[in-house]
C-alpha cells in the first residue's frame, strides 16, 4: 500500500509514475486528498471537544471544592452536550479512515524510476542472455511426448484424478523433482537463506499483507468455509512471518527461503500454451524472500538476479533475463526482472522466476518496520524471486537435453538424482 505522506506531499509525481502502469489514478488521488481533509478537520474538532471537556471537568472539580454547587451542576450540563457532541465524532471518524483505506489499497505500487512504460511483454527490456545454445537431435520431441516414452508424468492421470493442470509425476519424474527441490534448496541455503516450512494456506489478513488480495482473488483457490486462501506462493507466508514486527536494524537482511507447492487457478489460460508443464494449476517452486533497510533494497535486488541467473546456469539451460515494463509488471511489485529459459522443442521462452523488489508497499500493509539510530520508526523493504519453479525448469531440461535414448542430466543434479541421465525404460517382454 503506498504511503499516504507520499501522496499528500507528491500527488502529480504519483499519478506520473503509476501511468507508467498504465493506471490513471486521478480520480483516486482526488478521492483521497478530500478523505483525508475531512479526516483531518474531524479530528482537529474531535481534540479540541476533548480538550473542553477536560477542561470543565476541571473546573467542575474546583466549583465543588469551594462549595459552589450550583455551578458545578450548570457546568455538569454543559459536560452533558459536550459528550453528546463529542459521541458520534470517533464513529464518523472510523467511517472516513475506512473510505480512506478502500481507495489506498486500490491503487498499485509506484513502479520505480528504472522501470520503462509499456503496454505488452513485447515492450519489456532485454538485459541479457546466457547459458549453451541447444542442438537438437532429428525427431527432437516436446517434453509432454518425452514424458510419456520415459514414464515420467502422466497428465491423464492427474486429470482424473482432479482435473486438468494436475499431473501426476512418477518413479524417475518424481525422483527428478525431488532432486532439483533438494539442490535448489541447498543452493539457497549456502548463500545465507534460512529454509522455512510455512502453511500452505493463509488467512485473508495474509493474502492482503503481500498484496494478493484485493488484486488477485479470483486467481486463488479458496476454502470457504473456513475463510482461507491456498497460496499461490510461498512468497505470502515467508513475508507474512514478520508482519506486525519491529526488528532491530543489525537483523538486517532477513534471508528465507522454502519450498512448497502452489497453487493457482489461472482462470482464463487455453490453448496450447497451456499444454504440458507450461501453465498448471498445482506446481512445486522453491521461493527466495529478503527484509531489508530500504537503503539497501537495489543492491539486494541486483545480488538476488545474480543469485537466480547461477542457478541457471548451473542447469545448463539457455536463459535471457527481461526487465518488465510498466504495463507488464504485478500490482505490487515496483521493479521486477523475469528470467525465461528456451524450450528448443517448443521452439520459445518460458517464464521460470520473477524477481522483484516491493520497496516498501507490502511493509507497510504488514507494518514490517526498524528503528533507525536516531530511533525513528522506518518501514523496510521487501524482495521475493523464484529460485525456481520446477515445471517449466523441468520442461526445457527435458527437451534441451534429450538425446536419441535418454536425457542427459546436468552435473549438479547427479548426486541429488542418483545418475547422470534419465533412461528409457525396458519394454516388457510378453
Not at 471537556?53 to 467542575?60: D, F, P, Q, Y
Not at 546466457?130 to 514424458?147: C, R
Not at 509425476?169 to 541455503?189: E, H, P, W
Not at 510498466?326 to 511489485?333: H, R
Request: charged content about 25%.
Amino acid at each position: 500500500m503506498l504511503q499516504i505522506a507520499v501522496i499528500r506531499q507528491q500527488p502529480e509525481f504519483v499519478k506520473e509514475r503509476l501511468l507508467v502502469k498504465n493506471f490513471d489514478a486521478s480520480a483516486a488521488i482526488t478521492r483521497i486528498l478530500e478523505l483525508d481533509a475531512q479526516r483531518k478537520r474531524l479530528q482537529l474538532e474531535m481534540e479540541s471537544e476533548q480538550a473542553g471537556l477536560n477542561a470543565i471537568s476541571r473546573e467542575i472539580g474546583q466549583l465543588m471544592a469551594k462549595g459552589e454547587k450550583e455551578k458545578a451542576e450548570e457546568k455538569k450540563r454543559e459536560v452533558t452536550s459536550l459528550k453528546s457532541k463529542l459521541g458520534f465524532l470517533p464513529d464518523a471518524v472510523k467511517a472516513i479512515e475506512d473510505q480512506l483505506h478502500q481507495v489506498l489499497v486500490s491503487l498499485p505500487n509506484l513502479p520505480s524510476s528504472q522501470v520503462a512504460p509499456g503496454k505488452t511483454p513485447n515492450d519489456n527490456v532485454l538485459v541479457r542472455e546466457g547459458g549453451p545454445k541447444t542442438v537438437l537431435p532429428a525427431n527432437a520431441q516436446a517434453h509432454w511426448d518425452l514424458a510419456r516414452q520415459y514414464n515420467l508424468i502422466d497428465f491423464e492421470l492427474g486429470n482424473k484424478i482432479t482435473g486438468s493442470g494436475f499431473p501426476v509425476y512418477i518413479d524417475k519424474g518424481a525422483r527428478l523433482q525431488r532432486a532439483m527441490i533438494q539442490y535448489f534448496l541447498d543452493y539457497n541455503t549456502s548463500a545465507g537463506f534460512v529454509e522455512y516450512q510455512p502453511p500452505l494456506v493463509v488467512n485473508e489478513t495474509s493474502a492482503y499483507g503481500t498484496g494478493q488480495l484485493p488484486d488477485k482473488e479470483g486467481q486463488m483457490y479458496y476454502v470457504t468455509e473456513d475463510k482461507l486462501y491456498l497460496i499461490p506462493t510461498s512468497e505470502v507466508p515467508l513475508t507474512n512471518i514478520l508482519r506486525d514486527s519491529i526488528l532491530n536494524e543489525k537483523e538486517l537482511p532477513v534471508k528465507m527461503t522454502a519450498y512448497t507447492p502452489c497453487f493457482r487457478r489461472e482462470a482464463g489460460s487455453y490453448g496450447k500454451d497451456v499444454r504440458g508443464l507450461n501453465r498448471l494449476h498445482q506446481f512445486d517452486k522453491v521461493e527466495i524472500v529478503q527484509i531489508v533497510h530500504p537503503d539497501k533494497s537495489y543492491e539486494a535486488l541486483e545480488e538476488m538476479v545474480n543469485h537466480v541467473e547461477k542457478l541457471l546456469l548451473s542447469l545448463d539451460l539457455p536463459y535471457r533475463i527481461l526487465r518488465l515494463c510498466g504495463g507488464d509488471m504485478s500490482f505490487a511489485s515496483a521493479i521486477t526482472y523475469d528470467f525465461e529459459v528456451f524450450s528448443a522443442a517448443q521452439e520459445k521462452w518460458l517464464e521460470v522466476s520473477s524477481v522483484s523488489n516491493f520497496e516498501s508497499f507490502q511493509t507497510n500493509r504488514m507494518k514490517v518496520r526498524f528503528k533507525d539510530e536516531l530511533g525513528k520508526m522506518q518501514l523496510l523493504h521487501s524482495l521475493n524471486g523464484s529460485s525456481l519453479a520446477l515445471p517449466r525448469i523441468l520442461a526445457c531440461l527435458l527437451e534441451n537435453h534429450q538425446r536419441p535414448d535418454f536425457i542427459s542430466l546436468p552435473k549438479v543434479l547427479h548426486k541429488y538424482f542418483g545418475a547422470e541421465s534419465v533412461l528409457k525404460p525396458k519394454l516388457i517382454q510378453a
